[in-house]
C-alpha cells in the first residue's frame, strides 16, 4: 500500500529553527508537495520538490532525497503564526496526490 | 481571498435528507477536486474533474455524487449520508490534474450528520 508518515506533533520556541520530517512508500514518483493549514482555514502552498536537495523560499526551506524515501520542511525563525498543521503530499506514477495526516505544530513564546 | 469559494460553510443534515455542495473557482483552472478531511486523518481525495469530465473516484460511496457544469464549477450531491460522513469537505482546483501544479484549496463546508 502507499502510505507517508509524518510526526502527529511538534512544539518549538518563537525564533527558533524547526525540521518537520516526511517520508513516503508510493506507487512511483512525480513530486511532493508541503502545504500549511491553520486550524478552520483551508490547505495553502507552501513548497513543490521534484529533484533531489534543497528548495528555499524564504523563511521555508524543502528537502528530497528521492532514494531514501524522505523530505522534510524547515521553518526558520519562527514566529506565532507558524502554529499550523503541515501536510506532506507525493504524486504518485498515477498523477494522484497521496497526503500525509499533518503535523500540527504548536509555537510557545 | 483563494480563488476558491464554497457554499455552504456548514451544515447539518439528518440521514434521509438531501442536500448539495457547491464550489466556484475563478483561477481559470481546468481541473476541480473534492477532498474528505477527518480529523486526525489524511486527506482523502474523492473526485477528480479534469475539463469538466471526472478522471478519478475512489471508491466512493454512492450517497455522494459529484457534477461538474463547466470548468468552474462542482458540486457534491449529499444523499442518505450516514453519521460517520461527518467531516470537513474541501474543494480545489489545479492548473492541470499532472505535473507541479500546485491545488488551491477553498475554505471548506463543515458537515455534521446526525
Known amino acids: 500500500g502507499q502510505n507517508i508518515d509524518q510526526p502527529t506533533e511538534m512544539t518549538a520556541t518563537e525564533g527558533a529553527i524547526v525540521q518537520i520530517n516526511c517520508t513516503y512508500q508510493t506507487s512511483g514518483f512525480n513530486g511532493l508537495f508541503w502545504y500549511q493549514q491553520h486550524a478552520g482555514e483551508a490547505p495553502t502552498f507552501l513548497s513543490y520538490n521534484v529533484l533531489d536537495g534543497l528548495e528555499e523560499k524564504g523563511r521555508f526551506s524543502s528537502f528530497l532525497s528521492r532514494s531514501k524515501g524522505y523530505s522534510y520542511l524547515l521553518l526558520k525563525e519562527l514566529q506565532m503564526k507558524d502554529s499550523a498543521s503541515y501536510l506532506c503530499?507525493?504524486?504518485?506514477?498515477?498523477?494522484?496526490?497521496?497526503w500525509g495526516a499533518g503535523t500540527k505544530l504548536i509555537i510557545k513564546p | 481571498e483563494t480563488g476558491v469559494t464554497q457554499t455552504p460553510r456548514h451544515l447539518v443534515m439528518g440521514m434521509t435528507n438531501k442536500k448539495s455542495l457547491k464550489c466556484e473557482q475563478h483561477l481559470g483552472h481546468n481541473a476541480m477536486y473534492w477532498y474528505k478531511q477527518s480529523a486526525k486523518k489524511p486527506l482523502e481525495l474523492m473526485f477528480v474533474?479534469?475539463?469538466?469530465?471526472?478522471?478519478e473516484n475512489n471508491s466512493v460511496p454512492s450517497r455522494f455524487s459529484p457534477e461538474c457544469p463547466n470548468s468552474s464549477h462542482l458540486f457534491l450531491h449529499l444523499h442518505t449520508l450516514q453519521p460517520e460522513d461527518s467531516a470537513l469537505y474541501l474543494c480545489a482546483s489545479s492548473q492541470r490534474v499532472a505535473g507541479g501544479y500546485e491545488q488551491y484549496f477553498g475554505p471548506g463546508t463543515r458537515l455534521t450528520v446526525t
Open positions: 474533474y479534469s475539463l469538466e469530465e471526472r478522471v
Open positions: 503530499a507525493v504524486r504518485d506514477s498515477n498523477y494522484q496526490l497521496i
